[in-house]
């Protein structure tokens, strides 16, 4: 068995061993996982190694980027601006982003952004990579450009471009990139070592992603044009998120960088009525409301399976039938992941660096999260 370090209550000494486990069968190269419950910390643990080399040992201070487990993140930042009465859900982008109202979007809503069904799920025109990294450039493009399908009819996975779309209206309304408020009125008051935009004095603290074997898509079902274009307009590469241009930029949707203390950090919040670390900072309604759901597809349109949206979160359905009801979640490519368990006032996250090819957790996470609702409800 692989060592693995840090804290655990001793009712999950199960979930310390199946980490180890993963970590020794090289299911895992390094990882670590966290979890609240009620607010306060039951389990913070991590091992093995920040790199493939197995050059760097994963320590209590390691990050990484988590792809699209930073949508969580995002989506908590609008709810607390929502919760603050600036912003409106149903309220049309236009009203807060005049120049969306472009090619047939003027009556395309916020809540539609969020769910990931606004039809903008991937950029019309080709995009070079650099390209992602100019934010004015890439709201503007997307502000221009027609939807794939009528907003609100559909579910088509915006890997990429929901964190410009959301990212956008907060600033509109904010007067502050996304990252920055997240960092000023989320992550900051909490303590959470949680970025959006890492600054370089972090580098040496990242572990390194490993790409999943043979380049395998971000996308799990059949890859329709509308997956292609998500997935290669600019293409996702795993390397890519070694350099200094990829950590240094605010991609809302994609380069979040922490480890799963600091993502439990901040999601306790959703998973405890709006409170962490002993801070009120939302209202229970203003969390609460990432349950409403937006729109259940039997075929996202990109991710090509069953999926149920809600306000920034996916909500449990036939591939992810969580025990509680009231709970919210999502990953990223690789198979990162956070699970807000409101009814148990649970939240738990699983953060590692060798990807498989998935974007909302695999057996590894989904073991781990077992072994803390197994201990729970047994």
């Known amino acids: 068995m692989s060592d693995v370090h840090g804290l655990v209550d001793p009712r999950f000494e199960g979930v310390r061993a199946t980490l180890a486990a993963s970590l020794a069968r090289g299911d895992d190269i390094g990882a670590s996982f966290a979890a609240t419950l009620n607010g306060e910390p039951i389990i913070d643990i991590w091992g093995g190694w920040a790199d493939a080399e197995q050059t760097r040992p994963w320590q209590r201070d390691t990050i990484v980027n988590v792809y699209s487990t930073t949508k969580t993140m995002c989506a908590l930042t609008a709810l607390w601006l929502a919760d603050q009465g600036a ?32 039809g903008l799920s991937g950029f019309v025109r080709p995009m070079q990579r650099h390209e992602i990294y100019d934010w004015d450039l890439a709201c503007s493009t997307l502000a221009a450009q027609a939807p794939y399908w009528e907003p609100g009819t559909a579910a088509g996975y915006h890997g990429l471009t ?37 600054a370089a004095e972090h ?6 992603l490993v790409p999943p074997p043979g380049g395998a898509s971000i996308t799990a079902g059949p890859q329709s044009d509308l997956a292609k274009n998500m ?12 350099t200094r241009a990829w950590r240094a930029a605010e991609l809302p949707a994609a380069n979040g960088h922490g480890n799963a203390r600091s993502v439990v950090a901040v999601q306790t919040l959703v998973a405890n009525g709006g409170v962490a670390g002993g801070k009120r900072l939302l209202s229970e309604a203003g969390v609460r409301r ?79 999260l077992a072994g803390v609702w197994g201990a729970l409800l047994s």
């Open 203 to 208: 580098d040496a603290r990242v572990a390194d």
């Open 290 to 368: 990432a349950l409403e759901l937006q729109i259940d597809t039997p075929a996202d349109l990109v991710l090509g399976m069953p999926v149920r949206y809600g306000l920034g979160y996916g909500l449990p359905g036939p591939l992810r039938p969580f025990p509680s009801p009231n709970s919210v979640f999502w990953g990223g490519y690789g198979g990162s992941l956070v699970v807000c368990d409101m009814d148990l006032k649970l939240c738990m996250s699983f953060v590692m660096n060798k990807m498989a090819a998935t974007t909302m957790g695999d057996m590894r996470a989904g073991m781990l």
């Open 162 to 198: 929901q964190g410009f779309l959301v990212g956008e209206v907060v600033r509109r309304i904010s007067g502050k990139s996304l990252g920055t408020l997240f960092a000023e009125e989320l992550a900051g008051p909490l303590g959470a070592d949680f970025h959006i935009g890492l």
């Open 87 to 118: 912003l409106k859900f149903e309220e049309k982008v236009a009203h807060y982003w005049p120049e969306f109202a472009q090619a047939g979007k003027a009556d395309v809503t916020v809540a539609q952004l969020m769910s990931h069904s606004a």
């Open 231 to 242: 997935g290669g307009n600019p293409p996702i590469d795993p390397l890519e998120t070694r």
